[in-house]
């Protein structure tokens, strides 16, 4: 209906979750890691900057 991939939709949703668990002093980012399947905090971190542009640690502040 939208145009859009699925992929898009996946991608723009997971995003704005992790933005919002970032926020949450509480979560590790190994826990925020988990709880979307990432294989390491590497790759949840690489994800991040990817996506949304700045490292979790920036996000967090």
């Not at 991939?5 to 988990?34: E, G, H, M, V």
């Amino acid at each position: 209906m939208s145009g859009l991939p699925a992929a898009y939709w996946i991608t723009r949703y997971a995003s704005l979750d992790i933005s919002r668990l970032l926020r949450n002093r509480r979560l590790s980012f190994t826990d925020i890691a988990d709880m979307f399947g990432f294989s390491s905090p590497a790759h949840f971190s690489r994800y991040v900057q990817t996506n949304l542009g700045a490292k979790p640690s920036e996000l967090r502040e």
